[in-house]
């Protein structure tokens, strides 16, 4: 997913469902212990893989659109991602829009990280319906 301002990409993020075999997935099936893994990985979780606004753009709401837009009507009961442990800013950024820290301290990409999960509300999209 983009966000253009006058043509020029400004912000984006990226994402799918997790499988067993991806790389970043079997690393963060290793570093849950049984419960977390039952809780998070099982069913297959919608994994965040990236998200990135442009310096000159950032604190303006477009990460926040573009993540809210990147999970909206999404057939998952969950979602995971990863983020360098001492990116205070984007834990930050994370927490602010409901996800917690699933572990804390795990090593991926050769760096440490943090795993995070949200609950994610089915909604109507998709014909999936939200028990409303």
């Known amino acids: 997913m983009l966000a253009l301002r006058n043509g020029r990409i400004i912000g984006y993020t990226y994402g799918y469902t997790s499988h067993e075999g991806q790389w970043t997935t079997d690393q963060i099936i ?3 212990d049984p419960e977390a893994r039952a ?3 099982e069913p297959r979780p919608f994994e965040v893989v990236t998200i990135a606004v442009d310096p000159g753009f950032q604190r303006q709401g477009i990460g926040t659109r ?3 837009r990147l999970l909206a009507g999404l057939p998952h009961s969950r979602a995971i ?4 442990a001492e990116r205070r800013a984007a834990l930050a950024f994370y927490a602010s829009q409901g996800w917690r820290a699933i572990v804390s301290d795990v090593e991926i990409e050769s760096r440490r990280a943090v795993v995070l999960g949200k609950p994610l509300r089915l909604s109507r999209l998709n014909g999936f319906l939200d028990g409303e």
């Open 66 to 68: 573009l993540l809210t």
């Open 30 to 32: 290793c570093a849950l």
């Open 81 to 84: 991602l990863w983020t360098e």
């Open 39 to 41: 809780e998070w990985i």
